[in-house]
C-alpha cells in the first residue's frame, strides 16, 4: 500500500536557510518506509550538520566527490545506481543554475548526472531571487529536461520577505514523492470531501446563509485526487471552477447536503467535512416573497442535523475528519469537538487577521486522540496536500 516502501530515495541538500528542515524529511521519508541516503553540498554543512543527517538517516552522510576515501566507499556511480529517486531539498538558486547547465563539480551534481532515476528539486529561497529572470531561465530547462519541480510555496520567508520561495513543508514532500511511484498516498481509497457554506431559505429570495469560500475544502479534495483517491466533492453555493478529476454534487442546503453526503460515505474510506454548515434553518420557509408591511419580522429557526456527527456514529463509519473554526480559545474547543463528535482528527483554525474564510493562506493544527501537529501558515493548497498526507499516515497506521 505504501508507495514508499524500500523505496532508495538520495535526498541532496543544498546551503540554504531551509536546509534546517531536512532532518526532518529524512524522518518522514522513513516513516514513510524509505530508504533514505543524504547527499550534502558544502554549503548545506553550513546550515546543518553532516552528524545530524547522518543519525536520522541512519546512513553515513556524503559529502566529497574528489576523495579516494569517499569513492572506495560509496562513489557517485554506486549512489547514483542505488536511487530510485534524487530528490534535492531544499534546492538553492546557485544548485538549480548548476544543475540547468550540466555541470558536475561536487558530489551531488555529479550523482544527478550520473542517474537515470527521476530528479525531482524542491526550491528554497528569497522570493527576489526566485523571481529573478536568470532563476525562472533555469527553471523552464530543467522542466525542458524532465526535472520534477516540486514548490515552491507562498508565504513568509526566514529572510523577513513574504512571497513565492519557501520550501514545501516535509510531509508535502513525501506525498509528492511517492506519487512518482504511481500509486499516491491515498490510491484506491474513496475520500468525500464536504465544502462552502449552506444557504437556508427564508423565502423564495431569501436566504441565511456565512462567509466560507469553500476554498479549503476544494484544496482538499483536489490533494485527495492527486493522492490517488478517488474523490466526491458535496459543495455548496460557491464561486469556484471545479477540481479536476473529481465527482462533484451541490448543494444548497444542509439538509440537501446531508442527504448527499450519508449516500456518498456509505462506501468511503474517509470523509472530511470542511462545509461550513448553518447551524439553523428557518422553521417554515416562506412559499412567496415576504413583504416589508411590519416594523418588525421574526423568523423562528431550528437546529440542523450534525452532519459531521452522523456520519462518525455510522455502524460502518469512515476516517472521519472536521474542522474547528473559532475565533477564539480554538485548541480548547477543538479538542472538545474532536471528543464529543467522535473524529478521528479534527484540524483547528483561528478566524480573523488574515486567515481563514475568505482568504488564501490559513494555519491550521491537527489534533487527534492522543496527539497534535502544527501546519504553519501557507496557502490552503499546501495545507490541503499536509492534511492529506496526516490522513494517509494515520488511515495507514490504523491499518
Ligand atoms: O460544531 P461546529 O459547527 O463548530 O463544528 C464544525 C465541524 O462540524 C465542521 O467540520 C463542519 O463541517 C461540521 N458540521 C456539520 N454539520 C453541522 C455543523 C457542523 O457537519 N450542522
Redesign the pocket.
Known amino acids: 500500500m505504501n508507495a514508499l516502501a524500500n523505496k532508495h530515495i538520495l535526498l541532496g541538500v543544498t546551503g540554504g536557510i531551509a536546509a534546517y528542515k531536512a532532518p526532518e524529511l529524512v524522518r518522514r521519508l522513513r516513516d514513510a518506509g524509505a530508504d533514505v541516503r543524504v547527499v550534502l553540498t558544502d554549503a548545506a554543512a553550513a546550515f546543518v550538520t553532516p552528524l545530524t543527517l547522518q543519525a536520522v538517516s541512519g546512513r553515513p552522510v556524503h559529502q566529497a566527490l574528489l576523495s579516494a576515501e569517499a569513492e572506495s566507499g560509496m562513489g557517485h556511480i554506486e549512489l547514483a545506481r542505488w536511487a530510485d529517486l534524487i530528490l534535492i531539498a531544499p534546492a538553492t538558486a546557485d544548485f538549480m543554475a548548476r544543475l540547468a547547465h550540466g555541470f558536475a563539480d561536487d558530489l551531488l551534481a555529479a550523482c544527478c548526472r550520473a542517474s537515470r532515476a527521476p530528479l525531482a528539486i524542491a526550491p528554497a529561497m528569497n522570493a527576489g531571487m526566485w523571481e529573478n529572470a536568470a532563476t525562472q531561465r533555469n527553471l523552464r530547462q530543467l522542466v525542458d529536461d524532465a526535472v520534477r519541480v516540486f514548490g515552491p510555496a507562498s508565504g513568509s520567508q526566514a529572510c523577513g520577505e513574504v512571497g513565492e520561495g519557501r520550501m514545501l513543508e516535509p510531509l508535502e514532500l513525501v506525498a509528492l514523492c511517492a506519487a512518482q511511484f504511481g500509486a499516491g498516498a491515498l490510491a484506491g481509497r474513496r475520500v468525500v470531501v ?1 465544502a462552502g457554506p449552506t444557504f437556508e431559505d427564508i423565502d423564495p429570495v431569501r436566504f441565511i446563509g456565512n462567509r466560507s469560500s469553500g476554498r479549503m475544502g476544494y484544496a482538499i479534495a483536489q490533494a485527495a485526487r492527486e493522492a490517488g483517491a478517488e474523490v466526491t466533492l458535496v459543495t455548496g453555493p460557491v464561486a469556484l471552477a471545479d477540481p479536476s478529476g473529481v465527482a462533484v454534487q451541490r448543494v444548497r442546503s ?1 439538509l440537501q447536503m446531508r442527504d448527499a453526503v450519508l449516500s456518498a460515505v456509505a462506501t468511503a474510506d474517509v470523509y472530511v ?3 461550513a ?1 448553518a ?1 439553523y434553518r428557518p422553521a417554515a420557509p416562506a412559499g412567496r416573497k415576504i413583504k416589508k408591511d411590519r416594523d418588525a419580522l421574526s423568523v423562528e429557526l431550528i437546529r ?5 456527527s452522523e456520519v462518525a456514529a455510522l455502524q460502518r463509519r469512515p476516517f472521519t475528519v ?3 473554526a473559532e475565533t477564539d480559545d480554538v485548541l480548547a474547543y477543538a479538542r472538545r ?1 474532536l471528543d464529543d463528535k467522535r473524529l478521528d482528527l479534527i484540524a483547528a483554525n483561528t478566524v480573523g487577521a488574515g486567515l481563514g474564510f475568505e482568504t488564501d493562506d490559513n494555519a491550521l493544527t491537527l489534533l487527534w486522540p492522543g496527539g497534535q501537529r502544527e501546519l504553519a501558515r501557507a496557502s490552503k493548497a499546501a495545507l490541503a496536500r499536509a492534511l492529506i498526507a496526516e490522513i494517509a499516515e494515520r488511515l495507514h497506521a490504523r491499518g
Do not use: H, Q
Not at 440542523?304 to 459531521?308: E, F, G, M, R, T
Open positions: 464536504s444542509a467535512g470542511t462545509a454548515v447551524d440542523n442535523p450534525d452532519i459531521l472536521g474542522f474547528a469537538k
